[in-house]
Nanobody, 118 residues
């Protein structure tokens, strides 16, 4: 059974940075991704990486500001130049392919809150 635990969320001012981590256990070589969900909105794709890092995808809304990386069983998301619109609950996920749709992922963490003040 795959288990994912996110950490690193918090409150930051606009223009600041945060680094999220996702610790995985019970793993086989899965692709992993970050999604976020803002109040009243559907879960939104942020970034994904294949199991070996050969394929990396970003949403247009974070490209150039966020960086996804994985080191063995730790997935990270470095978030720079944060904006109030980035305020959301952030989730990591694991699945077979580095897709941009939430339905492609089989396992999810419990999420971590990121709040960006203006």
């Amino acid at each position: 059974q795959v288990h994912l635990v996110e950490s690193g969320g918090g409150l930051v001012q606009a223009g600041g940075s945060l680094r999220l981590s996702c610790a995985a256990s019970g793993f086989t070589p899965y692709s992993m991704a970050w999604f976020r969900q803002r109040p009243g909105r559907e879960r939104e794709f942020i970034a994904a990486t294949s199991w070996n890092g050969a394929i990396i995808r970003y949403s247009d809304s974070v490209k150039g500001r966020f960086t996804i990386a994985r080191d063995n069983l730790i997935l990270s998301l470095q978030m720079n130049n944060l904006k109030p619109v980035d305020t959301a609950f952030y989730y990591c996920a694991a699945g077979v392919t580095p897709a941009q749709t939430s339905g492609a992922y089989d396992y999810w963490g419990q999420g971590t809150q990121v709040t960006v003040s203006s």
